[in-house]
């Protein structure tokens, strides 16, 4: 392997991703020790020490990147994914403010962009529309962008906001016809979250095969919030709607399985309440009473004032679920 930092921050991301966090750790600590340290490897070192619960770890990144031009923010963006992943949303939109300034500092205005979609994926997807689109309108007064038009457009869709929802689809159609990212995952996503949102899972389950070959893969979007694994959620979703409990837990248990690919995004969390919803479904309280337990755990500390958490069932009305 040709000793670049930039080579071994592929080869420990490659571990991650396959879950090999220990190979990835080892990897990481040789990179460093032949000092080929860099602000890429640091930020996957964050995402390492988030898959291994060591908050030390993510705190000593966070130290390491402050008031470094270029990377700062992409931390900052990394740990409001955190906090949200948690149910701190409060503290997730203060960490995407100062992402988005230290961005935008640093001229970076695509990225700056990025966060605040990303940020207004994350309130959708907790149930909070409203503060959802203000984050995907700002994002979209900075760019066009493809990347930030997709999580924008999910963002509208899961508020079911239909008519932006079908303007930013119509655009994406007209402007990359032969891009296989928008082709085959974000089209089919945004288009079975249509379904959804028109009560109709069947169509959804439908929209979302042709993204079945792509839908585990990484993109190569500098986003925080990985775009993989989300067709997966959509139709976890449609399956959920159709009152089909097996194959709903089937989707939810890719996203767990695939911890190193979803990272902290909020899929991530939001896959043991789905799991937890599928497992009551099919009459399996016991399951069931795991996940819900699973999520609550996750978001001891959560918000209490958000849109998730008053929607989780207590331990005696989970099989009316």
Request: charged share 20%; glycine share 6%; aromatic share 8%.
């Given at each position: 392997?040709?000793?670049?930092?930039?080579?071994?921050?592929?080869?420990?991301?490659?571990?991650?991703?396959?879950?090999?966090?220990?190979?990835?750790?080892?990897?990481?600590?040789?990179?460093?020790?032949?000092?080929?340290?860099?602000?890429?490897?640091?930020?996957?070192?964050?995402?390492?020490?988030?898959?291994?619960?060591?908050?030390?770890?993510?705190?000593?990144?966070?130290?390491?990147?402050?008031?470094?031009?270029?990377?700062?923010?992409?931390?900052?963006?990394?740990?409001?994914?955190?906090?949200?992943?948690?149910?701190?949303?409060?503290?997730?939109?203060?960490?995407?403010?100062?992402?988005?300034?230290?961005?935008?500092?640093?001229?970076?205005?695509?990225?700056?962009a990025a966060y605040e979609a990303q940020a207004g994926?994350?309130?959708?997807?907790?149930?909070?529309?409203?503060?959802?689109?203000?984050?995907?309108?700002?994002?979209?007064?900075?760019?066009?962008?493809?990347?930030?038009?997709?999580?924008?457009?999910?963002?509208?869709?899961?508020?079911?906001?239909?008519?932006?929802?079908?303007?930013?689809?119509?655009?994406?159609?007209?402007?990359?016809?032969?891009?296989?990212?928008?082709?085959?995952?974000?089209?089919?996503?945004?288009?079975?979250?249509?379904?959804?949102?028109?009560?109709?899972?069947?169509?959804?389950?439908?929209?979302?095969?042709?993204?079945?070959?792509?839908?585990?893969?990484?993109?190569?979007?500098?986003?925080?919030?990985?775009?993989?694994?989300?067709?997966?959620?959509?139709?976890?979703?449609?399956?959920?709607?159709?009152?089909?409990?097996?194959?709903?837990?089937?989707?939810?248990?890719?996203?767990?399985?695939?911890?190193?690919?979803?990272?902290?995004?909020?899929?991530?969390?939001?896959?043991?309440?789905?799991?937890?919803?599928?497992?009551?479904?099919?009459?399996?309280?016991?399951?069931?009473?795991?996940?819900?337990?699973?999520?609550?755990?996750?978001?001891?500390?959560?918000?209490?004032?958000?849109?998730?958490?008053?929607?989780?069932?207590?331990?005696?009305?989970?099989?009316?679920?």
């Open positions: 392997m040709n000793p670049s930092g930039l080579n071994y921050t592929n080869l420990v991301t490659g571990f991650i991703c396959l879950n090999r966090l220990d190979e990835a750790r080892m990897t990481a600590e040789d990179a460093q020790a032949k000092k080929l340290d860099s602000p890429y490897l640091r930020a996957v070192l964050y995402q390492l020490a988030f898959l291994k619960n060591d908050s030390a770890g993510m705190t000593e990144q966070l130290a390491w990147a402050s008031g470094k031009s270029g990377i700062e923010d992409a931390l900052l963006g990394m740990d409001a994914d955190t906090a949200a992943f948690f149910g701190e949303l409060r503290k997730s939109e203060d960490l995407t403010r100062r992402a988005v300034a230290s961005a935008v500092h640093a001229d970076e205005k695509e990225t700056a994926l994350r309130q959708a997807l907790f149930g909070n529309p409203a503060p959802g689109k203000q984050h995907a309108a700002a994002a979209l007064s900075m760019t066009d962008g493809r990347d930030v038009q997709f999580l924008a457009a999910l963002t509208y869709a899961l508020a079911e906001d239909s008519a932006k929802t079908q303007t930013l689809v119509n655009d994406f159609t007209k402007r990359f016809p032969n891009d296989t990212l928008v082709k085959f995952i974000y089209l089919t996503t945004l288009r079975a979250q249509q379904a959804l949102m028109r009560h109709d899972s069947a169509k959804a389950i439908a929209e979302l095969q042709p993204a079945a070959a792509y839908e585990s893969g990484q993109s190569s979007s500098g986003n925080t919030i990985s775009i993989s694994l989300h067709p997966v959620y959509v139709r976890a979703q449609a399956f959920l709607m159709a009152k089909q409990g097996k194959e709903a837990a089937a989707e939810y248990q890719k996203i767990l399985d695939h911890r190193g690919v979803v990272i902290n995004g909020p899929i991530g969390v939001l896959a043991h309440l789905g799991l937890g919803r599928a497992y009551a479904l099919s009459g399996d309280t016991a399951k069931a009473r795991i996940e819900y337990q699973n999520f609550l755990a996750s978001w001891k500390d959560a918000d209490s004032t958000y849109g998730c958490r008053s929607s989780i069932p207590t331990s005696t009305s989970i099989r009316a679920r």
